[in-house]
C-alpha cells in the first residue's frame, strides 16, 4: 500500500502542490496521464457519493474541487504539450468551438442549427487532434521549452517504476488466492 502512496503523491499530489499553475516547462506522457487517471478515480468516488447520498453540500464541494483542480490541469495540459514541441495554445482546440454552443443552449444568441452543428463537429476533432498531440512520445533532448522531462527524474523514475511492478505484484497475487 505504501507503494500506491508514493505513486498518488509523485503524480498527483505533487501537480497540484509544487507546479500548481506553472505553464513553463514540459510534462512527461506519464506525468499527465497518471494525473489523468487519479483525477477520474476522485471524480468517481465524488460521482458515486452524489448518487447515494443526493446532498446539496457534495455537489457544491465537487464543484469546489472542479474549480481548485482546473489551472493546474490546465498547466499540466500546456506542460505536456510543450514536451511534444508544440506551444501550450493548443488546448484552445476544446474550447473555441464550444463556446457558441454554450452561449446559445442558455438562450443569449440564436445560432442556426447547421452552424450549431458545424461547430460540434469541429470541437470533437479538436478533441481527437489533442487526443493526439497528448498521446505522442516526448521530444528527445532539450527543446525551446525546457530539458527532458526523463532526464530531470531519471534516479526517481527507477523508484517508480519498481513500485508499479510491485502494486501490479499485489493485485496478481491477490487475485490468484481468491
Known sequence: MEYLKDFFKRYYIDTLVRRYAEFSGRASRSEFWYY????????TVFSLFMLLIKAEWLIL??????????PATLSLLARRLHDTGRTGWWYLLIFLPALPITIDEYGLMHIP???????????YVGLLILLYFLTQKS????????????????????????????????????????
Do not use: C
Not at 464541494?61 to 482546473?70: E, G, K, V
Not at 442549427?113 to 470541437?123: A, D, Q, S
Open 36 to 43: 489523468v487517471l487519479f483525477n477520474m478515480m476522485i471524480i
Open 61 to 70: 464541494l465537487y464543484l469546489f474541487y472542479a474549480m481548485m483542480i482546473f
Open 113 to 123: 442549427y447547421l452552424i450549431i452543428m458545424i461547430l460540434l463537429v469541429l470541437h
Open 139 to 178: 521530444q528527445p533532448g532539450s527543446n525551446r521549452y525546457g530539458p527532458d522531462p526523463h532526464e530531470q527524474i531519471s534516479g526517481d523514475n527507477r523508484k517508480n517504476r519498481e513500485a508499479l511492478k510491485n502494486i501490479l505484484g499485489i493485485m496478481t497475487n491477490k487475485n490468484k488466492k481468491d
